[in-house]
Protein backbone atom coordinates (compact mmCIF):
# COMPACT_ATOMS: atom_id res chain seq x y z
CA UNK A 1 0.00 0.00 0.00
CA UNK A 2 1.15 3.47 -0.88
CA UNK A 3 0.18 5.98 1.42
CA UNK A 4 0.03 10.09 1.11
CA UNK A 5 -1.10 12.29 3.97
CA UNK A 6 -2.24 15.95 3.94
CA UNK A 7 -3.34 18.79 5.20
CA UNK A 8 -1.04 20.14 7.63
CA UNK A 9 -0.20 23.64 8.37
CA UNK A 10 0.17 27.14 10.56
CA UNK A 11 -2.46 26.97 13.27
CA UNK A 12 -2.75 29.11 16.26
CA UNK A 13 -2.90 27.42 19.24
CA UNK A 14 -6.04 26.55 20.56
CA UNK A 15 -7.11 25.92 17.12
CA UNK A 16 -8.18 22.67 15.01
CA UNK A 17 -6.72 20.78 11.72
CA UNK A 18 -7.50 17.61 10.42
CA UNK A 19 -5.15 15.37 8.54
CA UNK A 20 -6.04 13.03 5.92
CA UNK A 21 -4.25 10.30 4.59
CA UNK A 22 -4.95 8.51 1.01
CA UNK A 23 -3.96 4.94 0.20
CA UNK A 24 -3.40 3.27 -2.75
CA UNK A 25 -2.62 -0.46 -4.44
CA UNK A 26 -3.80 -2.77 -1.34
CA UNK A 27 -7.03 -3.78 -0.22
CA UNK A 28 -7.57 -0.79 2.57
CA UNK A 29 -9.57 -2.71 5.14
CA UNK A 30 -6.75 -5.46 5.33
CA UNK A 31 -4.43 -3.07 7.12
CA UNK A 32 -4.47 -1.11 10.85
CA UNK A 33 -4.20 2.73 10.44
CA UNK A 34 -1.38 4.59 12.72
CA UNK A 35 -0.09 8.11 12.59
CA UNK A 36 2.60 9.32 14.11
CA UNK A 37 4.74 12.42 14.63
CA UNK A 38 7.97 13.71 14.56
CA UNK A 39 9.42 16.79 16.47
CA UNK A 40 12.42 18.84 15.53
CA UNK A 41 15.29 17.16 17.33
CA UNK A 42 12.78 14.42 18.80
CA UNK A 43 12.78 10.63 17.97
CA UNK A 44 9.31 9.71 16.17
CA UNK A 45 6.24 8.93 18.59
CA UNK A 46 2.75 7.43 18.53
CA UNK A 47 0.13 9.28 18.46
CA UNK A 48 -3.24 7.73 17.09
CA UNK A 49 -4.30 4.06 15.74
CA UNK A 50 -7.64 2.58 14.69
CA UNK A 51 -8.18 -0.94 13.72
CA UNK A 52 -9.00 -2.31 10.08
CA UNK A 53 -12.89 -1.60 10.54
CA UNK A 54 -12.44 1.75 12.92
CA UNK A 55 -14.14 -0.37 15.73
CA UNK A 56 -10.89 -0.23 18.40
CA UNK A 57 -8.57 3.06 18.46
CA UNK A 58 -5.99 3.83 20.38
CA UNK A 59 -4.43 7.14 21.36
CA UNK A 60 -0.94 8.55 23.16
CA UNK A 61 -2.04 10.30 26.26
CA UNK A 62 -0.99 13.40 24.66
CA UNK A 63 -3.43 13.02 22.36
CA UNK A 64 -6.60 12.02 24.22
CA UNK A 65 -9.25 13.89 24.90
CA UNK A 66 -8.49 16.18 21.72
CA UNK A 67 -7.52 14.05 18.68
CA UNK A 68 -9.54 11.64 16.96
CA UNK A 69 -8.80 9.14 14.35
CA UNK A 70 -11.07 7.66 11.74
CA UNK A 71 -11.05 5.69 8.59
CA UNK A 72 -13.20 4.98 5.37
CA UNK A 73 -12.58 1.97 3.75
CA UNK A 74 -14.57 2.95 0.86
CA UNK A 75 -12.45 5.96 0.12
CA UNK A 76 -9.12 4.37 1.25
CA UNK A 77 -8.60 7.43 3.96
CA UNK A 78 -7.72 7.56 7.32
CA UNK A 79 -7.83 10.71 9.31
CA UNK A 80 -6.58 12.46 12.19
CA UNK A 81 -8.69 14.70 13.79
CA UNK A 82 -7.05 17.53 16.06
CA UNK A 83 -8.19 20.25 18.12
CA UNK A 84 -7.28 22.10 21.00
CA UNK A 85 -4.00 22.20 19.04
CA UNK A 86 -0.66 23.29 21.52
CA UNK A 87 2.30 24.46 20.48
CA UNK A 88 4.40 21.69 21.47
CA UNK A 89 1.71 19.38 18.58
CA UNK A 90 4.39 21.25 16.48
CA UNK A 91 5.68 17.76 14.30
CA UNK A 92 5.79 16.41 10.85
CA UNK A 93 2.94 13.80 11.06
CA UNK A 94 3.20 10.37 9.53
CA UNK A 95 0.75 8.00 8.67
CA UNK A 96 1.86 4.85 8.58
CA UNK A 97 -0.11 0.77 8.16
CA UNK A 98 0.33 -2.52 8.36
CA UNK A 99 -1.15 -5.39 7.01
CA UNK A 100 -3.09 -7.11 9.71
CA UNK A 101 -6.88 -6.43 10.25
CA UNK A 102 -6.04 -5.58 14.66
CA UNK A 103 -3.62 -5.54 16.91
CA UNK A 104 -2.45 -8.70 18.76
CA UNK A 105 -0.58 -6.76 21.64
CA UNK A 106 -1.55 -3.42 23.47
CA UNK A 107 2.02 -3.21 23.42
CA UNK A 108 2.75 -3.62 19.65
CA UNK A 109 -0.15 -0.39 19.07
CA UNK A 110 2.80 2.27 19.84
CA UNK A 111 6.16 0.74 18.33
CA UNK A 112 7.22 1.81 15.55
CA UNK A 113 8.16 -1.83 14.45
CA UNK A 114 4.86 -2.60 14.02
CA UNK A 115 4.32 -1.01 10.69
CA UNK A 116 6.06 -1.58 7.61
CA UNK A 117 4.01 1.38 5.07
CA UNK A 118 5.00 4.91 5.82
CA UNK A 119 3.76 7.92 3.97
CA UNK A 120 6.12 10.90 3.56
CA UNK A 121 4.82 12.98 5.91
CA UNK A 122 2.64 16.54 6.59
CA UNK A 123 3.88 19.52 8.70
CA UNK A 124 2.11 21.00 11.56
CA UNK A 125 2.69 24.37 13.14
CA UNK A 126 1.16 25.52 16.19
CA UNK A 127 2.11 28.80 17.24
CA UNK A 128 1.78 30.10 20.23
Known amino acids: VQLQAFGGGLVQAGGCLRLSCSASEGTFSNYVMGWFRQAPGKEREFVAAITWNGGRSYYADSAKGRFTISRDNAKGMVYLQMNSLKPEDTAVYYC??????????????????????WGQGTKVTVSS
Open 96 to 117: TADRRRTFYTVNSVADLKTYHY
